[in-house]
T-cell receptor, first 115, second 112 residues
Framework: GNSVTQMEGPVTLSEEAFLTINCTYTATGYPSLFWYVQYPGEGLQLLLKATKADDKGSNKGFEATYRKETTSFHLEKGSVQVSDSAVYFCALSDQIKAAGNKLTFGGGTRVLVKP | ETGVTQTPRHLVMGMTNKKSLKCEQHLGHNAMYWYKQSAKKPLELMFVYNFKEQTENNSVPSRFSPECPNSSHLFLHLHTLQPEDSALYLC???????????FGDGTRLSIL
Protein backbone atom coordinates (compact mmCIF):
# COMPACT_ATOMS: atom_id res chain seq x y z
CA GLY A 1 0.00 0.00 0.00
CA ASN A 2 0.89 3.67 -0.08
CA SER A 3 2.88 5.26 2.69
CA VAL A 4 4.45 8.60 3.61
CA THR A 5 7.43 9.01 5.90
CA GLN A 6 8.48 12.36 7.26
CA MET A 7 11.07 13.36 9.77
CA GLU A 8 10.02 13.34 13.37
CA GLY A 9 10.03 16.56 15.31
CA PRO A 10 10.05 18.72 17.06
CA VAL A 11 12.25 20.93 14.96
CA THR A 12 13.34 24.02 16.85
CA LEU A 13 14.77 26.96 14.92
CA SER A 14 15.64 30.58 15.41
CA GLU A 15 13.86 33.25 13.41
CA GLU A 16 15.30 33.75 9.89
CA ALA A 17 16.86 30.27 9.90
CA PHE A 18 16.52 27.86 6.96
CA LEU A 19 13.92 25.13 7.33
CA THR A 20 13.89 21.71 5.66
CA ILE A 21 11.41 18.97 6.44
CA ASN A 22 12.13 15.69 4.68
CA CYS A 23 9.32 13.63 3.17
CA THR A 24 9.58 10.37 1.22
CA TYR A 25 6.79 8.23 -0.12
CA THR A 26 5.92 4.87 -1.60
CA ALA A 27 3.01 4.63 -3.99
CA THR A 28 1.63 2.77 -6.96
CA GLY A 29 0.89 4.82 -10.03
CA TYR A 30 1.43 8.56 -10.15
CA PRO A 31 0.12 10.23 -7.03
CA SER A 32 -0.28 13.93 -6.37
CA LEU A 33 1.73 15.23 -3.42
CA PHE A 34 0.74 17.82 -0.84
CA TRP A 35 2.00 19.68 2.18
CA TYR A 36 -0.53 20.71 4.79
CA VAL A 37 0.02 22.94 7.82
CA GLN A 38 -1.89 22.86 11.10
CA TYR A 39 -1.72 25.86 13.42
CA PRO A 40 -2.68 25.43 17.08
CA GLY A 41 -6.40 24.97 17.57
CA GLU A 42 -7.14 24.76 13.86
CA GLY A 43 -7.68 22.16 11.15
CA LEU A 44 -5.29 21.37 8.34
CA GLN A 45 -4.69 23.96 5.63
CA LEU A 46 -3.29 23.15 2.22
CA LEU A 47 0.13 24.79 1.95
CA LEU A 48 1.23 23.64 -1.51
CA LYS A 49 0.86 20.81 -4.00
CA ALA A 50 2.51 19.14 -6.99
CA THR A 51 0.77 16.83 -9.40
CA LYS A 52 3.57 15.37 -11.52
CA ALA A 53 7.30 14.68 -11.51
CA ASP A 54 9.57 17.76 -11.39
CA ASP A 55 6.66 20.06 -10.50
CA LYS A 56 7.53 22.63 -7.85
CA GLY A 57 4.81 23.75 -5.47
CA SER A 58 5.25 27.07 -3.68
CA ASN A 59 3.30 29.27 -1.29
CA LYS A 60 4.08 31.79 1.47
CA GLY A 61 7.83 31.36 0.92
CA PHE A 62 7.64 27.56 1.19
CA GLU A 63 8.72 25.32 -1.69
CA ALA A 64 8.74 21.59 -2.46
CA THR A 65 9.73 19.72 -5.63
CA TYR A 66 8.21 16.40 -6.71
CA ARG A 67 11.23 14.11 -7.17
CA LYS A 68 10.10 10.83 -8.71
CA GLU A 69 13.61 9.38 -8.90
CA THR A 70 14.11 9.70 -5.16
CA THR A 71 10.38 9.47 -4.26
CA SER A 72 10.71 12.61 -2.20
CA PHE A 73 8.88 15.89 -1.64
CA HIS A 74 10.96 17.85 0.85
CA LEU A 75 9.60 21.12 2.21
CA GLU A 76 11.90 24.15 2.42
CA LYS A 77 11.74 27.76 3.50
CA GLY A 78 14.66 30.11 3.35
CA SER A 79 13.85 32.34 6.33
CA VAL A 80 11.30 31.25 8.91
CA GLN A 81 9.23 33.47 11.15
CA VAL A 82 7.70 32.87 14.56
CA SER A 83 4.32 32.66 12.82
CA ASP A 84 5.53 29.55 10.95
CA SER A 85 5.39 27.57 14.20
CA ALA A 86 2.96 24.76 13.44
CA VAL A 87 2.70 21.07 12.57
CA TYR A 88 3.44 20.20 8.94
CA PHE A 89 2.02 17.13 7.21
CA CYS A 90 3.20 15.58 3.97
CA ALA A 91 0.51 13.65 2.07
CA LEU A 92 -0.14 11.85 -1.20
CA SER A 93 -3.37 11.15 -3.00
CA ASP A 94 -4.63 7.95 -4.44
CA GLN A 95 -7.75 7.51 -6.51
CA ILE A 96 -10.37 5.32 -4.86
CA LYS A 97 -13.32 5.88 -7.11
CA ALA A 98 -14.19 8.00 -10.11
CA ALA A 99 -14.63 10.99 -7.84
CA GLY A 100 -12.93 11.96 -4.65
CA ASN A 101 -9.58 10.76 -3.48
CA LYS A 102 -7.91 9.16 -0.49
CA LEU A 103 -5.04 10.98 1.19
CA THR A 104 -2.24 9.11 2.92
CA PHE A 105 -0.58 11.30 5.54
CA GLY A 106 2.81 11.28 7.15
CA GLY A 107 2.99 11.49 10.93
CA GLY A 108 3.48 15.26 11.01
CA THR A 109 6.49 17.37 12.01
CA ARG A 110 6.14 19.98 14.72
CA VAL A 111 8.15 23.13 14.02
CA LEU A 112 8.88 25.71 16.71
CA VAL A 113 10.44 29.00 15.70
CA LYS A 114 11.93 31.08 18.50
CA PRO A 115 12.45 34.85 18.31
CA GLU B 1 -12.98 30.97 6.48
CA THR B 2 -12.05 27.56 5.14
CA GLY B 3 -15.30 26.73 3.33
CA VAL B 4 -15.81 23.74 5.63
CA THR B 5 -17.65 24.44 8.88
CA GLN B 6 -17.75 22.04 11.81
CA THR B 7 -19.97 22.29 14.88
CA PRO B 8 -19.62 22.18 17.77
CA ARG B 9 -15.98 23.19 18.17
CA HIS B 10 -15.78 21.54 21.58
CA LEU B 11 -17.84 18.72 23.07
CA VAL B 12 -17.66 17.03 26.45
CA MET B 13 -19.82 13.98 26.96
CA GLY B 14 -20.22 11.00 29.22
CA MET B 15 -19.81 7.47 27.99
CA THR B 16 -23.55 6.85 27.97
CA ASN B 17 -24.53 10.01 26.10
CA LYS B 18 -25.59 10.31 22.47
CA LYS B 19 -24.41 13.29 20.48
CA SER B 20 -23.77 14.26 16.87
CA LEU B 21 -21.02 16.16 15.10
CA LYS B 22 -21.96 18.24 12.09
CA CYS B 23 -19.97 19.26 9.03
CA GLU B 24 -21.08 21.53 6.20
CA GLN B 25 -19.08 22.43 3.11
CA HIS B 26 -19.77 25.48 0.95
CA LEU B 27 -17.37 24.57 -1.86
CA GLY B 28 -19.59 22.51 -4.17
CA HIS B 29 -17.46 19.41 -3.62
CA ASN B 30 -18.83 15.90 -4.07
CA ALA B 31 -16.67 13.95 -1.62
CA MET B 32 -16.58 14.29 2.16
CA TYR B 33 -14.41 12.66 4.83
CA TRP B 34 -14.17 12.11 8.57
CA TYR B 35 -10.74 11.89 10.23
CA LYS B 36 -9.66 11.25 13.79
CA GLN B 37 -6.58 13.03 15.13
CA SER B 38 -5.22 11.78 18.44
CA ALA B 39 -2.14 12.92 20.29
CA LYS B 40 0.97 11.02 19.22
CA LYS B 41 -0.86 9.07 16.49
CA PRO B 42 -1.05 9.66 12.74
CA LEU B 43 -4.15 11.16 11.22
CA GLU B 44 -6.70 8.34 10.81
CA LEU B 45 -9.20 8.28 7.96
CA MET B 46 -12.54 7.01 9.29
CA PHE B 47 -15.13 7.35 6.53
CA VAL B 48 -15.37 8.54 2.93
CA TYR B 49 -18.52 9.57 1.07
CA ASN B 50 -18.70 10.19 -2.68
CA PHE B 51 -21.95 11.67 -4.00
CA LYS B 52 -23.63 10.77 -0.67
CA GLU B 53 -22.58 7.10 -0.92
CA GLN B 54 -20.18 5.66 1.63
CA THR B 55 -17.14 4.34 -0.23
CA GLU B 56 -14.82 3.63 2.67
CA ASN B 57 -15.10 2.56 6.29
CA ASN B 58 -11.71 1.95 7.87
CA SER B 59 -12.83 -0.62 10.44
CA VAL B 60 -14.39 2.05 12.60
CA PRO B 61 -16.29 0.76 15.68
CA SER B 62 -20.05 0.82 15.34
CA ARG B 63 -20.37 3.37 18.16
CA PHE B 64 -19.48 5.86 15.40
CA SER B 65 -22.27 6.15 12.84
CA PRO B 66 -21.86 8.50 9.85
CA GLU B 67 -24.68 10.04 7.86
CA CYS B 68 -24.48 11.99 4.61
CA PRO B 69 -27.91 13.31 3.59
CA ASN B 70 -26.52 15.35 0.67
CA SER B 71 -23.19 16.35 -0.83
CA SER B 72 -22.91 19.41 1.42
CA HIS B 73 -23.61 17.89 4.82
CA LEU B 74 -21.96 15.16 6.83
CA PHE B 75 -22.77 13.99 10.35
CA LEU B 76 -21.03 11.72 12.80
CA HIS B 77 -23.42 10.22 15.35
CA LEU B 78 -21.80 9.15 18.59
CA HIS B 79 -23.09 6.75 21.25
CA THR B 80 -21.58 4.79 24.10
CA LEU B 81 -18.10 6.16 23.48
CA GLN B 82 -14.96 5.15 25.34
CA PRO B 83 -12.28 7.38 26.90
CA GLU B 84 -9.87 6.47 24.10
CA ASP B 85 -12.28 8.13 21.65
CA SER B 86 -11.26 11.53 23.01
CA ALA B 87 -9.62 13.28 20.06
CA LEU B 88 -9.96 16.01 17.46
CA TYR B 89 -12.43 14.97 14.75
CA LEU B 90 -11.81 16.61 11.41
CA CYS B 91 -14.10 16.85 8.43
CA UNK B 92 -12.83 17.46 4.91
CA UNK B 93 -14.19 17.74 1.38
CA UNK B 94 -12.75 17.50 -2.11
CA UNK B 95 -13.70 17.60 -5.77
CA UNK B 96 -12.28 15.36 -8.44
CA UNK B 97 -9.40 12.99 -8.77
CA UNK B 98 -6.10 13.82 -7.07
CA UNK B 99 -7.46 17.16 -5.86
CA UNK B 100 -6.57 18.48 -2.41
CA UNK B 101 -8.91 18.08 0.50
CA UNK B 102 -10.17 21.13 2.36
CA PHE B 103 -10.48 20.73 6.13
CA GLY B 104 -12.68 22.23 8.78
CA ASP B 105 -11.27 23.35 12.13
CA GLY B 106 -12.46 20.20 13.85
CA THR B 107 -14.45 19.25 16.92
CA ARG B 108 -12.44 18.63 20.07
CA LEU B 109 -14.20 15.72 21.78
CA SER B 110 -13.59 14.77 25.40
CA ILE B 111 -15.14 11.63 26.90
CA LEU B 112 -15.54 11.62 30.66
Amino acid sequence: GNSVTQMEGPVTLSEEAFLTINCTYTATGYPSLFWYVQYPGEGLQLLLKATKADDKGSNKGFEATYRKETTSFHLEKGSVQVSDSAVYFCALSDQIKAAGNKLTFGGGTRVLVKP
Amino acid sequence: ETGVTQTPRHLVMGMTNKKSLKCEQHLGHNAMYWYKQSAKKPLELMFVYNFKEQTENNSVPSRFSPECPNSSHLFLHLHTLQPEDSALYLCASSQGVRQPQHFGDGTRLSIL
